[in-house]
Structures are given as structure tokens and as C-alpha cells.
């Protein structure tokens, strides 16, 4: 328990010894001592003030999960309505002051379940994958790939920026002009401190590795050797051999790998300029292997990664006029006309062009050899 008012400190301890279940290994006025205490007491759970001279409860929370991530930590406030509304939009756990004995009954039991249903990973679970190919997703053995339930929108866009900067520290004050610019100071630096605990606690949950360490004046996200999805396909496509018979299925499997731009579920301004440079590289790679298959004559194999080149860049002109020669090839009449047309409507709606002069005579002609 810390508390700088010492009657608040045995109120809570008598409290609590009624509620039972808990064993109460330290109580402290000053936060700071508390904090040096930390690695030998070792407490399951903290019931912390928020409102401390010095150094406050918000800004111990964050040093409690640098230096014990394991710590569950409960906010004791005497906050008004408004604030204890933030408090629980950020899925902390407090209690109000002047505390009731119900409440706080309800609170310790919660805290007692959720140690049981999130006792700790071994070492040997702690991998996986964080996806942001399309969204955020993480992949943990040996379940498959699955959305990360976060409390509130804002932890989601935090940790996807940390993950966007992975390896790289990121000052406290870029991330509030980032993610609060209309925020009075002291409130954002409270809002980013409740959103970083949560993070925080949604990965201890998970079972994984990653861990947001407190560096500087800021924060850097170590994935401690948890594989993103941006990478493994970068690395892939760097260091991959040219296709051939024997690289093809290697590059096919990058290509699925792929499942969308990069974040693109998401508006995040941020990541605009890293989902456009992976779109161009998985672009080129993309056509590289389709023109292979083609060029061997896999035609149907080549359409399926042409569609899906056209998917992800509606507004390539080639991409549709190599779809009409190859469906011309297998003598699918109707799917040339399909393509021509889309074609057509594409740069009409977007640019308000007809196709090209060499397009519009090569269906032409195409379409006189057919009506023959």
C-alpha cells in the first residue's frame, strides 16, 4: 500500500485484513522508498494513491511496470467524476475514496481471479507474431492468428505506433503531441501513462515477450524476439534467389504472407507512408512472379496472382490489359470483355480518360478476330 497520508494507509490495511485473501507485505508514505523496495518485497498487487506530492501515483504506476511488470496495480482517487470516467475508459482498476468495505471486497476478488486465469507463460510460450498486414493481429503458438482485444481504441493505435517503431525510442512528448495535440499538459501525460500501463498489462496477459521499456525521456518497444510480419516478408523478399521452378513456392508463400497493405484497417495517418512503400515493393515482387508464371505457361496460376494485383492497385492500366491477353489465351471471351469494361469504368470514374490508344486498338482487333 502506498499512501502519503498515514491514516489513510492503516484505514485501507484495516480494510483489507477484513476483506481477507491478501497478505500485506508493505505499506509506505513515500512512493520513492516504496519503488526502491520493490525488487525484494515483490507484491502481487499495489493499492496506490493518486494524488502524492513529488512524485504521484500515475507517475510511480509507470516506474511499478518498468520494474515489475508482473505487479497488478489499483488506483486509490479521490478524484472527481470526470477523472475516475478516464480511470475506467482505461481499464485500470480503482477504488474511490473515502473507500467502502463492498467495493473494495469486489476489487480484491477480481484481482485474486485474474491472477489465477493470467498466471505467468513459461519461457517456452513466449513466441509468436505481431501481423499488420491488414490488422493488427498476433499469432501465438499454437493458436493461429487472432485480433488483440484491447480496453479502449487509443491503446491499439499506441501500441501499432510503438510496433511502427520498433527498436526505436519514442519521446514522451512526441507521443502526446502525436495522440493528445488538445490536451492540456498534465492531463495528456496522465493519459499516456494510464495507456502505456494498459498496453502493458493486455501483453503480460498474452503470454508474450514484448516489453515497452522506459527509456530516456521516453519509451522503446523491445519485441524481445517476437517475429513481426513486416519483416519476415521484407527479409524474405531481400534475400530470396530469383524465381525459378525450384524458388517458386517460396515466393508464393511471401506473396500470401501479404494479406493486405500495411495497418490498412485503420486511418492512421502515421502509417500512410510505410503502407505506400510496402505496397510499391510487394507490387514489383507480385508482378515479377505472375510474369514468371506466365512465362511458363501457368496461365491460371498467373491470373490469380494478376487479380490480386489488381486488387491491391485498382488503378494499374497494365495489370488489366495482361488479364485480358491471358484470359484470350484460354479463349474465355466473356472475361475479356469483363476486363475491358472495368477498365473502361476505372479510368473514367477516376481520371476521366478512355483507355489508350495501343489498348483500344488491340481489343478492336480482338474483337474483329472473334466475330470472324
Not at 525484494?40 to 499495489?46: E, H, T
Not at 488506483?75 to 475516475?84: I, K, L, N, Q, W
Not at 498489462?201 to 517475429?227: F, P, Q
Not at 480518360?353 to 466475330?371: D, F, G, H, I, M
Amino acid at each position: 500500500m502506498v499512501d502519503d497520508e498515514r491514516l489513510a494507509l492503516h484505514y485501507l490495511e484495516k480494510l483489507l485484513r477484513e476483506c481477507g485473501g491478501l497478505e500485506i507485505v508493505g505499506r509506505y508514505q513515500n512512493p520513492r522508498r516504496a519503488l526502491d523496495e520493490l525488487p525484494q518485497v515483490k507484491p502481487d498487487v499495489i493499492f496506490l494513491d493518486v494524488e502524492m506530492p513529488e512524485l504521484n501515483g500515475i507517475e510511480t504506476a509507470e516506474e511499478v511496470l518498468r520494474l515489475s511488470p508482473e505487479t497488478d496495480l489499483v488506483f486509490v482517487t479521490a478524484y472527481d467524476e470526470y477523472a475516475v470516467k478516464a480511470f475506467e475508459l482505461n481499464a485500470l482498476d480503482y477504488v474511490l475514496k473515502p473507500v467502502q468495505r463492498d467495493r473494495l471486497i469486489k476489487t480484491v476478488q477480481r484481482l485474486i481471479d485474474r491472477r489465477h486465469e493470467t498466471a505467468v507463460v513459461p519461457l517456452a510460450r513466449q513466441t509468436g507474431m505481431i501481423r499488420c498486414f491488414q490488422s493488427l493481429q498476433i499469432e501465438v503458438p499454437p493458436r493461429g492468428p487472432e485480433t488483440i482485444r484491447w480496453r479502449t481504441a487509443k491503446a491499439q493505435e499506441l501500441f501499432a505506433y510503438l510496433v511502427h517503431r520498433r527498436g526505436q525510442p519514442v519521446r514522451k512528448d512526441a507521443l502526446l503531441d502525436l495522440f493528445w495535440p488538445d490536451t492540456d499538459r498534465k492531463r495528456g501525460f496522465a493519459r499516456l501513462y494510464t495507456t502505456i500501463y494498459q498496453i502493458r498489462k493486455t501483453l503480460k496477459e498474452l503470454g508474450v515477450g514484448i516489453h515497452i521499456a522506459n527509456c530516456d525521456d521516453g519509451y522503446l518497444l523491445d519485441m524481445n524476439h517476437v517475429r513481426l510480419d513486416v519483416d519476415e516478408w521484407e527479409r524474405g523478399v531481400r534475400e530470396l534467389s530469383p524465381v525459378t521452378g525450384e524458388t517458386l513456392s517460396e515466393h508464393l508463400s511471401l506473396l500470401e504472407l501479404y494479406r493486405g497493405d500495411y495497418l490498412d484497417d485503420y486511418d492512421y495517418l502515421w502509417a500512410e507512408s510505410e503502407r505506400q512503400r510496402l505496397r510499391t515493393h510487394w507490387f514489383y515482387h507480385a508482378t515479377h512472379v505472375a510474369g514468371y508464371l506466365e512465362s511458363v505457361g501457368e496461365y491460371a496460376r498467373a491470373l490469380a496472382v494478376y487479380h490480386r494485383i489488381q486488387r491491391f492497385h485498382p488503378h494499374v492500366e497494365e495489370t488489366y490489359v495482361t488479364l485480358m491477353k491471358l484470359y484470350d489465351r484460354l479463349g474465355d471471351r466473356d472475361a475479356v470483355e469483363r476486363e475491358y469494361m472495368k477498365l473502361t469504368r476505372m479510368l473514367s470514374e477516376e481520371y476521366g480518360v478512355a483507355p489508350q490508344q495501343t489498348v483500344r486498338e488491340w481489343y478492336l482487333r480482338w474483337k474483329k478476330r472473334k466475330s470472324r
